[in-house]
Structures are given as C-alpha cells and as structure tokens.
C-alpha cells in the first residue's frame, strides 16, 4: 500500500459520508463541495508544512558529491546534483 493509496481511499470516505449527509438533507450537494474543497486545500497545506517542517536547505555550491542528497527548497524533497 502507497501514499496514492491511502489518499484514494481517504477521498473515498469523504465522498461516502458526505453523500450520507446530502441524502438525509442534512447539508446541500453545493455545501459538500465547499467542505470537500476547503478539507483537500487544508490537507494539502498540512502536508507542505509537515514536509518542510525543521528542514535546512542546502547550497548547491555545498554538494560535491552525487551521493549526498540535498533539501529542494521548492518542494521540500531531496534532490542529488550530479557533480
């Protein structure tokens, strides 16, 4: 099982409860959307910052080796500069 994986599945639960909701009348198809919307950007940011969280970017001039692997400061996983 992968990271793909699990948030496949947790997409999944999302859609089966929220639909649960929809059903009963408890909330608006229009209102799922909105939370489902605001739930994946909050995950997403959650996720950036988990990654990045006590992270030091290293200077590319730094790596003289293709074995050291290095911080990405974009995404905030590793990359290896070929020497």
Avoid: C, H
Wanted: glycine residues 14%.
């Amino acid at each position: 099982m992968n990271q793909d994986t699990i948030w496949q599945a947790m997409r999944y639960a999302l859609l089966l409860g929220g639909g649960f909701f929809v059903g009963r009348g408890t909330i608006s198809a229009e209102q799922l959307e909105l939370i489902a919307g605001l739930a994946g950007a909050i995950v997403s940011a959650s996720w950036g910052f988990w990654v990045k969280w006590n992270t030091t970017p290293v200077l590319d001039k730094i790596i003289i080796r293709n074995a050291i692997p290095a911080v990405d400061g974009a995404t905030g996983g590793t990359k290896r500069l070929m020497p």
